[in-house]
């Protein structure tokens, strides 16, 4: 296939622009993304905090709940864990 320069150039401008976009829609995902984790973030840290706080005040009494507490708060850490890394793996 030959071609003009004009028509190179009208590629590569395309190219381009169709560039530009996806950029602008990558960048506000990865912002959309970044914003979600933080909320999470900020929604799970007081509740490791707080588990922590019942087990020390429980010693080594610790009860079946703060066990199931414990096991919750792991499994959503590591949904966040998951979450953060899927937006930021490269495709």
Avoid: C
Wanted: proline residues 3%; charged residues 35%.
């Amino acid at each position: 296939m030959t071609g003009t320069k004009p028509q190179y150039r009208e590629r590569i401008d395309h190219g381009l622009d169709e560039l530009e976009k996806l950029r602008g829609e990558i960048k506000l995902k990865l912002h959309l993304a970044e914003m979600d984790a933080q909320s999470t973030w900020r929604r799970l840290e007081p509740k490791l905090d707080e588990l922590e706080s019942t087990v020390e005040r429980q010693g080594n009494a610790v009860v079946e709940t703060t066990a199931n507490l414990t096991e919750d708060l792991l499994e959503s850490f590591r949904q966040l864990r998951d979450k953060i890394a899927s937006h930021h793996a490269p495709h």
